[in-house]
């Protein structure tokens, strides 16, 4: 495996004295290209979660009284293959349980995660002839 998981961290936002979002993520660590990538790729999404992801939110939220907080999650998953490796990273926004936006990113990189590659060539299923 490339990437290493860190663990699941969290993180809270607060305006005006309410949480406005939970943030929950998952870290990812290693010494590849492709564990660099993903790190980086989640500490961007953690900083629009916290800039304008949370002033989006505090904006639609002055009209609701006694509106759930919202929670924003961060994972990744990471999926060995022959040619080499599949790094999934999603994101998901809730309100409550109410699924508002998802996000989802495919990377493909090289048996070493050195470098990213196109994504692979899907072979084609011969049909069974009639005869």
């Not at 060995?80 to 936006?101: I, K």
Request: hydrophobic share 35%; charged share 30%; proline share 3%.
């Amino acid at each position: 495996m490339l990437l290493k998981r860190d663990g699941v961290q969290y993180c809270r936002i607060i305006r005006e004295g309410n949480e406005l979002l939970r943030v929950r993520y998952a870290a990812a660590g290693g010494d590849s290209a492709a564990a660099t990538h993903t790190a980086a790729l989640i500490e961007e999404l953690l900083s629009y979660a916290e800039g304008s992801l949370a002033e989006r939110l505090a904006t639609e939220r002055t009209g609701a009284c006694g509106a759930f907080p919202h929670r924003y999650e961060i994972d990744w998953r990471e999926e060995a293959e022959a040619w080499g490796c599949t790094v999934t990273l999603t994101t998901a926004l809730y309100r409550g349980r109410e699924l508002l936006e998802a996000r989802t990113l495919v990377t493909y990189w090289d048996g070493d995660g050195a470098c990213q590659c196109k994504p692979p060539k899907r072979r084609r299923q011969r049909r069974p002839t009639k005869g």
